[in-house]
């Protein structure tokens, strides 16, 4: 069976043309705090997040966190920490043994505490989820309501590569026992400034 | 062997069977608790629904709409009539990169291709690389559930054959320690792959774009390291635009294990330069189904694994009990499509109690599926086959008094549709394991006539 034998089925056995339905934005509409929804959401799924004060605090805060990360891979311009840099000429495998991967998040989603980031914002496709652990940036202004809205805000993107990032990786394969670090990301701490 | 039969295997170890309802029953709340804080969920099960619908109706179109759009982004788009089409794609792509080594993320159609025996006949090493997925291939066996491939093992089984494969240490079945240790070892397949195979949770016919869900990151792990992408998928993945997206992610991962998404919902459009990316769109009796007016709508499915967390039969017989890729409610109704025969007995593997389609997300009326399966199957497969399933099944289950409680709606509509020769057959032949509950044994006949009236 070739492509034109599946299409051909395909015309023969299809019901009736069934209209698409339109998505009514005001079914989903809440007034609710988008930052606090944001926090608890992402909590839930097992990220941390650290509120700053300023953004220049920024720094400081991530060492805090993470004392112990020598390899440190930053596409942010707002952190100074990197020991590595990268270039999309950058052989994925060498990233092997990154302790930290710090990325600028385009936007939060509140009602899964999702962050969107695509391949711009992190320059090789592997990193978020090769780097031992991740810290996100985020802007308390750049926070959404629900996957509606975020569909809306990456409409116009250029389409290559990007990710739902909700969370540090994790499984429960193991008797349901909820395990945070399986193959991507042990921790994912969101700076919200 | 009948989904009974198996089931009464299953049944053997009791405190394991517990384990497993229970634990499935306790995803099943997880979902209701997602499912209740989110306003509108049921617009958005409706719009879900409306739009595969959408779908079905116009799928030819929206596939070459995809190809295309694909095509003008790099991807290289391959069709498959059937799965040894699927598997030869697959070699052949595999070959032509000089491939030796795979990765592969989760995906049931290369499951029901069975790609991964394919592939290794022809000297392949393809490791699964979902933990769950990678605990079933060294236990060689199949998943035993479409979200939770593991879910019937118990930590000290794991935790064997992990000393047995991973060389661990006795850890009496500790799954952090469990856990890390199939990081490092999947680290090392994953940094020695040439090439990596993933399913598709949802193609956009707009964008000619694909989306992998997934919890543990091994899907990106795999693809963004190795040299080649090949993700496979049935025609019936396809969604019209990327904004529908928003609906059908929304409801996933809450349906499917109570979290408000994926951990990774990642986004697929075009492929790093110097890398290849392929799709392979499966028909695989898709298309058969899709002329089967009762059925059809069976193929608005996402595979979330809902229905299966709340089935009172499926919790207490397990996954493997069914003898099909898709187990469970949604199976039920897809694999006699695919074999009448083969799975005549899995329709009757039901109480008919509706949970499935009240959890369902794309809102698939499976129990009505399922009694209309039985409808064709009793007029199709030899009879004896037919009324010795539903006996047995209704025997496993009438017995569990605490899924007797289940019953309610399912009851009375397995009693006003059973034959009645089957109703009023020897009541204690069902209780096979257990006793009956008393007052259902000893009012039984009053109770169906006054139901009856
Ligand atoms: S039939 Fe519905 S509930 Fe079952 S797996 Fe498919 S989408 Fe989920």
Redesign the interface.
Known sequence: MSRASILNAIKKNKPESVPLPQIDLSLFHEDIDLVDIFYKNLESVGGRIVSLNTIEDLDAEIKKRYPNAKSIVSCSNTSQLATISISNETEPHSLESIDLAIIDAQFGVAENGAVWISENDFIVRALPFIANDLVLILSKNDICLHMHEAYNLISKRERTFGVFLSGPSKTADIEQCLVIGAQGAMSLTVFIF | MSHAKEAELFNKDEAKVNWHDQ?LW??RNKRDKAAHT???WE??R??AS??K??V?????DY??QFEENAQK?GIQVH????AE?HNKIVHDILLQNNVKKVVKSKSMLTEECHLNPYLEAHGIEVID????ER?VQLAKEPPSHIV????H???EE?DALFQKHLGTVPSH?D??Y???E??KH??DK??KADAAITGVNFAVAE?G?IVVCT????A??G???AKVHIACMG?EKII?E??????F??LLARSA?G????????????P??GKEMHIV?V?NGR??Q??R?AF?SSLHCIRCGACMNTCPIYRRSGGHSYKATIPGPIGSILSPGMDLKKHSSLPFASTLCGSCSDVCPVKINIHEQLYQWRQIITKNVKQPVVKRSILKMAGIVLANSKLYGFLGRSSRFMLKHLPKSIVNSKINTWGKARDLPKVENDNFEDWYKKRKS
């Open positions: 634990a306790f995803v989110v306003k509108g617009d958005l409706n719009l409306a739009i619908a959408n079905l109706s116009n799928l030819d596939l070459v982004n069709w498959a009539g059937d089409a690389t979902d933990l769950g605990i939770l491939p593991a879910i093992k118990t930590k794991v079945g799954p952090r469990l856990t890390n199939a990081r999947l680290r994953f940094l964008t774009g919890n543990e990151g091994n990106d792990m693809v963004h390291l025609i019209p990327e904004k529908h997206l928003g609906v992610l929304r294990t979290q408000p998404i994926t951990t990774y919902s990642s986004h697929f459009n075009k790093v330069q769109i028909d298309s058969e899709l002329s007016e059809r």
